[in-house]
């Protein structure tokens, strides 16, 4: 690679870099963590109010408590399958003065499967396939929200490290609106939806759901070899563009010996950020740039097996430190 052609690349991924940064500060933190038997549980209520002009109608809902578990995960292309199961035991409650008053009140006990899909590029961004919502009345981030906007594993946070965003499903040919609030290093801890007009002359629903507690460690079941990683993965760090500190993650199969180094475009080696044996697991290192100038750089991770000398992986990916 001539110099002339060297300088195009970089300042082709500078410009690319910058239509990604839109507006982003340092601050850029995780603020959904993911892992095996990652789990959140939440207190959930569901309320729907139908009235006609005369003052008849009915009131309907649910509340009680809803939990997401994280059961497994696949990489499919360039992205991450995270397969969550829910359950939830709700109070469903129904009553109607439309012909006569009476009252239903019966618990709801079940339980269903979604796939929460994680883009490993960018900011990497989260999102639920289509036909999911049954199993699934709290994370509802579709591909592509009525607005345009889209939810984000790694967002800019404020000073209490929250982001919320205001958006609209659409739902039925109605813009719904939500509200979802998230904590760094936490998750969805709060999600809100009140319109009206869904029923009746005048109409209400209202849903929201409040974090109660989650668990964030990976926790090992005994004789359930899928809370190990099923594949040697070295990841896109994050955020990307960052300044002046990245994160990278990887997987390791098997307990192996470790080379994790940073290489600028003229293949010179410029940090070693790891140099050990390590145990099987989810991994990640931090690199701080801070001495560095702006421009592309190489992340190279070589894994060699503890067990299999002789077998040697290689993964190399590129970050953009913008200044």
Known sequence: ???????????????TARQQLSGQTDSVE??????????????????????????????SGDSGQVTYEIVDSS??????????????????YYTDNFSGSFDTIYTSIDSGTFVLWERNRG???LF??????????????????????????????????????STFIDSYATWVPYRFSWVAESGLVKMNSDYFGSCGSHSRSNTQATL????????????????????????????????????????LQTASSISLKIFNLLGQDVATLSNRVEQPGEKSVQWNAAGFS?????YKLEATSVSEPAKTLTRVRKMVLMK
């Not at 499919?76 to 035991?89: E, F, K, L, Q, T």
């Not at 702006?294 to 190489?298: A, N, R």
Request: hydrophobic fraction near 40%; charged fraction near 15%; proline fraction near 5%.
């Open 212 to 251: 109660l507690r989650s668990i964030l460690t990976s926790v090992k079941h005994p004789g359930l070899e899928k809370d190990l990683p099923s594949q040697f993965v070295l990841f896109q760090s994050y955020p990307d563009p960052f300044n002046p500190i990245a994160t990278i993650r990887y997987n």
């Open 1 to 15: 690679m001539n110099k002339t052609t060297q300088i195009v690349l970089v300042l082709s991924f500078i410009l």
């Open 128 to 165: 639920i396939d289509d036909y999911s919502y049954l199993a699934n009345p709290i994370w509802k981030f579709v591909p592509l929200f009525a607005d345009s906007q889209r939810v984000y594993r790694f967002a800019t946070v404020d000073s209490v490290k929250r982001v919320s965003m």
């Open 294 to 298: 702006s421009g592309v750089y190489l």
């Open 123 to 125: 900011n990497h961004q």
């Open 75 to 92: 990489i499919n292309g360039d992205s991450i399958a995270w397969v969550v199961h829910s359950n939830w035991n709700l109070q469903v």
């Open 30 to 59: 995780d603020v959904f963590p993911l892992g095996l038997h990652y789990s959140w549980t939440y207190q959930y209520q569901s309320i729907l109010s139908c009235f006609g002009n005369t003052g008849e109608g009915s009131i």
